[in-house]
C-alpha cells in the first residue's frame, strides 16, 4: 500500500527527539556510597514519523536503540525527555485512554519467549481484548478465532500450548494477537528474525496481506537490510542511539550517502557468488558503548572520511534530497566517491 | 590448488535414539572437502547440518545418538574406527571446530592469553605434523620447552587482526564484543594449524558489519594457515560470498551440491530453487517472495520415497516411490532428483 | 498415552520423565491413596484394633497373624503403623501445600514488583527463615499444650520461606520474558499478570522442591513425636513409635525397627518422585 504524502494528513505516529535513559546505577547501596550515576542512553534525541497506511523501517545493529525506541513508543519504559504523538494526541493524554492499546499494538522478538507456555493460544489471542471492553469471553473467543484464521491457522490450533507449535506458527500467533484489538499500527520487533528462510518468506508475505486487509500501519525493527528492503516505504538507520540517515527506502539502500549507511549495505550478504561484495568490504572497528559514546559524531572513530571536526562537534540530521536526510558533514565529498572506502 | 583431498565423509547416516522414536538426522551423506577449500553446508534447522559437523569431528553425544553406517575418511584415515584416545589426538590439532556462541566455548574465568596459551600447549606437546601415534618425547605433562611464549600469543592475536593485542590477551572474554570473542576462537583454533575448521554458524549471532569482518577473516586465513574450512550455516547469502562449493540439506541429505557459482547461477533441485527464492530481495512492488509451501518434515515419521517429495511442485508418483540418489549433472555439480536423471 | 488435553499431557510427560519418577509416583500414590482410604474408613478396614491391647501375645516376632509383631502390650504394630498413615501425610501435605502457596504469593510478588516491596517481603522472609523449627515447637508446646493441630502451627509457621525465596528466583526469571510485555503492553493490570501469567509459570519447579519437601516434614514431625510433642498415646504415631519402642532395639527389635523403616520409605517415595520432576523440569527448559 503506497503511503500518502504525510504533509495534509496528520501522521500517525510522530517521535520528536525522543530520549531513553537506562539508570546502571548497580544495587541501592552502591549508589549511595559511590554517588555516580552512569545512564546507558540507548536513544539519544530520536525522531521518527509513521504515517498512516506506511510502513516505516528502523535498521541498525545491536545496541542501537532500535529496540528501546520501539518499547518507548508502546509505553513500556519511560523517556527522559521528547514527545510522542499518537493521532496527534501526545502520549501523556493518551495515557488515561483506553484507547492507546487499541491504537498500537507490537509483534515481540523471538517468538519462544513471545508466548506464555501456560495458556492455550486462543487465551494469548483474546487476552488483549480483556480490558477493552465489556465483552464477555464467548465474543472474545469468537474474534479470536477469527483472527487466527485470518494468519493462516485453523481451528485445530485454538486448543494448543506454545510448545505444540512451530516457530512460524508462534510467529503467527504473536501477529494474530498483535491485530485482535484493530490497531492502526504494529510495531514488529525482528518479525522474522528468529525463523528459516522459507517461513520467513510465509510470515513476510502474510505481514502484507494483513496490512491490506487490515488497512494498518508497520513500523518494523530489524537488523536485516533485505526485509527492510522488501517491506518498507521508509528507512530510519540508527546507530549508538541516533538516527544517522532516513529517507525513501529504495534511495536509501540503493544510493546510501551515510558512511555507516553505506558500511552497513556493504555488509549486507548478497546471495550472489559473482557479486562476492562482502569480501571487499573494509570495515574496522566495532559499535561504540552507549554509556560513553564517542564525542562528536559517534561514528567518527569508524569513518574513513572523518577529519577534526567530526570528533569535537555532532553533526545534525540535513536534508540531502527529496525526503532525504543525513547527518554527516561531508555527504557530497562521499557522494562524488561512493562506497570506494568500504568496497 | 591440490586436488588431494582433506576429508572424504562416505554413505555416512547418523541417528538419535530418543523416547519418541529413532531420527534419522544425517541419511546416507557422502561428500568431501579438498585442501584449501570452503565448503559450505546449508540448510535450515533441523536439516543435519550441525549433526554432520559434529560426527566429523567425534563429539557427539554418544548415548542418544549413534554412529549407524558409513566412514568419515580424514587424510586417508577411517575416524570412526579409532578408539577414542586417538581421536581425541586429532581433535583441536587436526580437526578444529567454532560453535556459534563464541561466550560458552571461552572460559569466564581466564584471561585471553592464557587461553590462547593453553592452545598453543597442546599444539606444541602433541608434536605438529603426527598422525596420532607421536607424542613429545617429554610427555605430554612436561612443561619445559612446551609453553608458549608472550610473542606466540600475540601473533594468534594479530592473526585474526585484533586490534591492540597485548592489552586484548590481559582481559577476560566478558570484557570483549560477541565479534572479538568470535576472533580469539578463530585464532585460538587456527593456532593448532589444524588442516580442517569446522565452523558451526560462527556469525549467526553476530552483526552484520560484524559478520562481514568474520568471513572475510575466515576465507583470508585458509591461504595463510593451509587450511579448509567446512562452513555450516543457515543463510544462503553468506554461503555464496564466501564458499568455493557448496552443499544443500534437507531432512539429513544432501539434495545438491557443487561449485558455488554453477549452484546459484543454475540451481537443479526444487528445494534449492525454493531456498533462493525465498530471499527477499527488491521491494514489495516487485516480485512477490514465493515461500515453499508446508514445513519441514517430522524426521520421526518420514515417509518413504524423495523426503521433499511433499512440498515439491514437480513431484510425480515415482517421487513418492523411491529416494532419488545423488548424482553427478555435471562437472563437480550433484543432484538428488528425478528431473535430473 | 497421548491424551486430548495437552496440559494433561505435560503432566503425564513430566512423570513418566525416567524410571525414578515412575517408581516415585508409584510408590507416592500407593501411600496417599492408603491414608485416604484408612481416613475414611478407619479401624474397619485394618486387621487389628490399632490401640487394643493383647490381641496377641506379647513382644511377638513378625509372623502371618501379625506381620510386623505385636509390642508389649499385645498390640498389633502393623495395624498401629497403617493407622497412622494418615496422620504423617496429611501434617505434611497441609504444611507443604501451606507453605506452597503462602511463599508463592508472597516471592512472586516480590519477584515480580521488586524495589522496596521486594527488599521488605525478603527481610521479613529472612526473619523467619532464622527461627529453628525445633525451638519454636517446643515452646508453642509450652504455651498451646502438645498435640497433632499444634505442632502443625509450629511447622505452619517456619516452613514457607524456602518457598518464597525459589518463587522470587523464578518469579524475576519469568518477568523478564517478552510475554510479560506483551501482557502490558495489551494494558492487562499487574494484578491479572501476576495471577495468570506468573505464577502459573513458576508452579512447576516450586512442586518438584514440594515433592521432596514431603519427605522433610515427615522426618521433622517425627522428630516432634519422638519428643513427645504431638500425639500422645495410646494413639500411634510412626516417630512416637520409635521413641516408645527404642528400648526394645535388641530385645524385640522389630518394635523401633518397622516404624523407622516405614518412614524412611516414605520419604524415598517423594524424594524420588520429586527429584525425577526436577529432572523432567530442567529437561524441558533445555530442550
Known amino acids: 500500500m503506497r503511503a500518502t504524502s504525510t504533509s495534509e494528513e496528520q501522521p500517525l505516529l510522530q517521535v520528536e527527539d525522543l530520549a531513553v535513559y537506562f539508570d546502571i546505577g548497580g544495587s541501592f547501596s552502591v549508589s549511595l556510597l559511590t554517588r555516580r550515576i552512569a545512564y546507558v542512553k540507548a536513544v539519544d534525541g530520536v525522531s521518527v514519523d509513521v504515517g498512516v497506511g506506511e510502513t516505516v523501517a528502523v535498521v541498525g545493529e545491536s545496541g542501537c536503540g532500535k529496540s528501546t525506541l520501539a518499547r518507548a513508543v508502546l509505553g513500556l519504559v519511560e523517556s527522559k525527555r521528547g514527545s510522542i504523538r499518537i493521532q496527534g494526541r501526545d502520549k501523556a493524554t493518551l495515557r488515561h485512554s483506553k484507547d492507546r492499546f487499541k491504537i498500537i499494538q507490537m509483534v515481540f522478538q523471538d517468538p519462544d519467549s513471545s508466548l506464555d507456555p501456560t495458556m492455550k493460544v486462543k487465551d494469548t489471542v483474546s487476552e488483549p481484548l480483556v480490558g477493552l471492553s465489556s465483552m464477555n469471553k464467548n465474543d472474545r473467543e469468537k474474534i479470536a478465532i477469527e483472527v487466527l484464521d485470518a494468519v493462516g491457522l485453523d481451528s485445530k490450533f485454538l486448543d494448543r500450548l506454545p510448545r505444540q507449535l512451530s516457530g512460524g506458527q508462534k510467529q503467527r500467533v504473536n501477529i494474530a494477537r498483535a491485530i485482535v484489538t484493530e490497531p492502526s499500527l504494529v510495531i514488529l520487533d525482528e518479525p522474522t528474525s528468529a525463523l528459516d528462510a522459507s517461513v520467513q518468506a510465509q510470515i513476510l508475505n502474510l505481514l502484507l496481506d494483513l496490512q491490506e486487509k487490515y488497512s494498518l500501519s508497520y513500523l518494523i525493527i530489524t537488523h536485516n537490510i533485505s526485509v527492510a528492503e522488501y517491506l518498507s516505504d521508509r528507512t530510519y538507520v540508527m546507530y549508538a542511539g541516533k538516527v544517522v540517515e532516513h529517507g525513501p ?12 549507511t553505506i558500511a552497513l549495505i556493504a555488509s549486507a550478504p548478497v546471495p550472489d557468488p559473482k557479486e562476492r561484495n562482502l569480501l571487499k568490504v573494509e570495515i574496522v572497528g566495532e559499535v561504540p558503548s552507549v554509556i560513553n559514546p564517542p564525542p562528536g559524531c559517534r561514528f567518527h572513530p569508524r569513518c574513513p572520511y572523518a577529519e577534526q571536526k567530526c570528533s569535537s562537534q555532532e553533526p ?24 570506494k572506502a568500504f568496497a | 590448488m591440490q586436488d588431494k583431498s582433506v576429508l572424504d565423509v562416505n554413505e555416512l547416516s547418523v541417528a538419535y535414539e530418543l523416547k519418541t522414536g529413532a531420527v534419522r538426522a544425517v541419511d546416507n551423506v557422502s561428500m568431501s ?27 557427539l553425544p554418544s548415548p542418544p545418538a549413534k554412529y549407524i553406517s558409513g566412514e568419515v575418511n580424514f587424510k586417508g584415515k577411517n575416524l570412526l574406527s579409532l578408539p577414542p584416545d586417538e581421536l581425541r589426538l586429532h581433535r583441536g590439532t587436526e580437526i578444529a571446530m567454532i560453535f556459534q556462541e563464541p561466550m560458552t566455548s571461552l572460559n569466564p574465568v581466564f584471561r585471553i592469553g592464557d587461553q590462547i596459551q593453553e592452545a598453543i600447549r597442546l599444539r606444541n606437546s602433541r608434536g605438529k605434523g603426527s598422525m596420532g601415534n607421536e607424542r613429545n618425547k617429554r610427555g605430554p605433562l612436561s612443561r619445559t620447552g612446551a609453553s608458549a611464549t608472550r610473542k606466540q600469543i600475540i601473533d594468534v592475536l594479530n592473526l585474526v587482526r585484533i586490534p591492540d593485542p597485548d592489552r586484548i590477551a590481559n582481559r577476560y572474554p566478558f570484557e570483549l564484543s560477541g565479534g572479538m570473542r ?29 559478520q562481514a569482518q568474520v568471513l572475510k577473516l575466515m576465507r583470508g586465513l585458509m591461504e595463510d594457515v593451509d587450511t579448509s574450512i567446512l562452513l555450516i550455516t543457515h543463510d544462503l547469502a553468506v554461503a555464496s560470498q564466501v564458499a568455493d562449493r557448496t552443499a544443500v540439506m534437507y531432512a539429513g541429505q544432501i539434495v545438491e551440491d557443487g561449485d558455488v557459482l554453477d549452484l546459484f547461477s543454475s540451481p537443479l533441485h526444487p528445494y534449492t530453487q525454493g531456498l533462493l527464492a525465498c530471499i527477499p530481495s527488491g521491494s514489495k512492488e516487485g516480485m512477490k517472495l514465493r515461500p515453499i509451501q508446508g514445513s519441514t518434515p517430522d524426521l520421526r515419521s518420514i515417509p518413504a520415497g524423495c523426503k521433499f517429495a511433499p512440498r515439491c511442485l514437480y513431484a510425480t508418483k515415482r517421487c513418492e516411490a523411491a529416494k532419488p540418489e545423488l548424482r553427478v549433472k555435471e562437472g563437480s555439480h550433484r543432484v538428488a532428483c528425478y528431473l535430473h536423471e | 498415552m497421548k491424551v486430548k488435553n495437552p496440559r494433561t499431557q505435560y503432566v503425564i510427560e513430566l512423570l513418566t520423565y525416567n524410571n525414578e519418577t515412575k517408581l516415585g509416583f508409584l510408590l507416592v500414590s500407593t501411600i496417599v491413596a492408603s491414608a485416604i482410604i484408612i481416613a475414611l474408613a478407619g479401624v474397619s478396614i485394618l486387621p487389628y484394633d490399632p490401640i487394643e491391647q493383647d490381641v496377641g501375645p506379647s513382644l511377638a516376632g513378625p509372623s502371618l497373624q501379625h506381620l510386623f509383631g505385636t509390642d508389649i502390650l499385645g498390640r498389633d504394630v502393623f495395624s498401629r503403623i497403617l493407622y497412622a498413615t494418615p496422620n504423617d501425610v496429611f501434617v505434611s501435605f497441609v504444611v507443604v501445600g501451606v507453605s506452597l502457596l503462602v511463599g508463592a504469593l508472597l516471592g512472586a510478588t516480590a519477584g515480580y514488583r521488586g524495589g522496596l516491596l521486594d527488599e521488605a517481603l525478603m527481610r521479613c522472609t529472612d526473619i523467619i527463615f532464622a527461627i529453628p523449627a525445633l525451638v519454636l515447637a517446643i515452646s508453642i508446646a509450652v504455651i498451646l499444650g502438645t498435640g497433632v493441630i499444634h505442632m502443625m502451627y509450629a511447622l505452619l509457621i517456619i516452613w514457607w520461606p524456602p518457598y518464597a525465596r525459589l518463587a522470587r528466583g523464578e518469579a524475576l526469571r519469568v518477568s523478564h520474558q517478552n510475554f510479560i510485555e506483551a501482557a502490558k503492553a495489551s494494558g ?19 512442586v518438584a522442591y514440594a515433592t521432596i519437601d514431603i519427605g522433610s516434614v515427615v522426618i521433622i514431625y517425627a522428630g516432634l513425636s519422638y519428643l513427645g510433642l504431638s500425639i500422645r498415646p495410646p494413639w500411634p504415631e510412626w516417630g512416637a513409635m520409635v521413641s516408645a519402642y527404642q528400648d526394645y532395639l535388641v530385645s524385640a527389635p522389630w518394635l523401633p525397627l518397622f516404624p523407622a523403616l516405614v518412614i524412611g520409605i516414605v520419604v524415598v517415595a517423594f524424594s524420588s518422585l520429586g527429584d525425577g520432576l526436577r529432572d523432567a523440569v530442567e529437561a524441558a527448559r533445555i530442550g
Open chain 1, 249 to 260: 527506502t529504495k534511495a536509501v539502500i540503493k544510493e546510501p550517502r551515510h558512511p555507516y
Open chain 1, 316 to 339: 545534525a540530521l540535513e536534508p540531502i534530497g527529496p525526503e532525504r536526510f543525513a547527518a554527516c558533514y561531508f555527504i557530497d565529498k562521499i557522494a562524488r566517491t561512493t562506497g
Open chain 2, 33 to 59: 572437502i579438498r585442501s584449501h577449500e570452503l565448503v559450505a553446508a546449508v540448510g535450515e534447522s533441523g536439516c543435519g547440518k550441525t549433526t554432520l559437523g559434529l560426527s566429523i569431528i567425534g563429539l
Open chain 2, 182 to 210: 568470535q576472533r580469539v576462537m578463530i585464532g585460538m583454533s587456527l593456532a593448532q594449524k589444524p588442516s580442517l575448521l569446522i565452523a558451526d554458524e560462527p556469525t549467526t549471532a553476530l552483526d552484520v558489519t560484524t
Open chain 3, 188 to 206: 492487562i493490570g499487574s494484578l491479572r499478570i501476576l495471577m495468570r501469567h506468573v505464577l502459573p509459570n513458576i508452579l512447576t519447579p516450586m
